[in-house]
């Protein structure tokens, strides 16, 4: 359970972190509220999961979830450029997601 928890922890991190080009410098309102309530919701989620996890591989992992994430959506959704060597480090950030979980047994 603590890595679905991880796995929504890390979402949310990839929305507050698109979420932060939506603000403005938050200067506005909607797009600021729902990235401080995605940041405050993904911190939250990664507490928990680290009740069962360790810290060093729970935060690896969501800091990687968050990472890959917002790269996809940057190329995706804001147009930013794409080439083989960015999915090629996305997918050993892939990788490297992978093993941690795989490698780690839940406490």
Known sequence: MAWWILLAAGLLEVVWAVGLKYTEGFTRFWPSLL????????????????????IGTAYA??????????????????NEPVSPIRLFFMAL???????????????
């Open 35 to 54: 990235t401080a309530v995605a940041l405050a919701g993904s911190m939250y989620l990664l507490s928990v999961a680290v009740r069962d996890l360790p």
């Open 61 to 78: 992992v969501w800091v990687g979830i968050g990472a890959a994430g917002t790269a996809i959506l940057g190329m995706v959704v804001l």
């Open 93 to 107: 950030l892939a990788i490297a997601i992978l093993g941690l979980k795989f490698s780690t047994a839940a406490a």
